[in-house]
Nanobody, 118 residues
Framework: VQLQASGGGLVQAGGSLRLSCVVS????????LGWFRQAPGKNRESVAS????????YYEPSVKGRFSISRDNAKKTVYLQVNSLKPDDTAVYSC????????????WGQGTLVTVSS
């Protein structure tokens, strides 16, 4: 199983990025997909998640209204559109997959760095 995240970079506050995560080696359309982030010196936190059919989404309160998660099951890719970025959004963003009826994410990608300058 591989999860390959990309799309990070250096942006100014207020800017936008589109993060992508290509997944292989599992039945993509059956898995809940999530984006997480870890800032320097902080614990990893959940940012957003999306149900297998894309019908349900979750957002961490601090990103709600600014970030948007989506998925393309045909391309086995999950996206995170990040808008109105703030310096506090600076972190390594990782994608993860959770199998049906599981309480935790069992598969993780390596992450992509988002740096927001003020």
């Amino acid at each position: 199983v591989q999860l390959q995240a990309s799309g990070g970079g250096l942006v100014q506050a207020g800017g936008s990025l589109r993060l992508s995560c290509v997944v292989s080696g599992l039945s993509f359309s059956s898995y809940t997909l999530g984006w997480f982030r870890q800032a320097p010196g902080k614990n990893r936190e959940s940012v957003a998640s999306i149900a297998p059919n894309g019908g349900e989404t979750y957002y961490e309160p601090s990103v709600k209204g600014r970030f948007s998660i989506s998925r393309d099951n045909a391309k086995k890719t999950v996206y995170l559109q990040v808008n109105s970025l703030k310096p506090d959004d600076t972190a390594v963003y990782s994608c993860a997959a959770r199998r049906p009826f599981s309480s935790g994410y069992g598969f993780w990608g390596q992450g992509t760095l988002v740096t927001v300058s003020s």
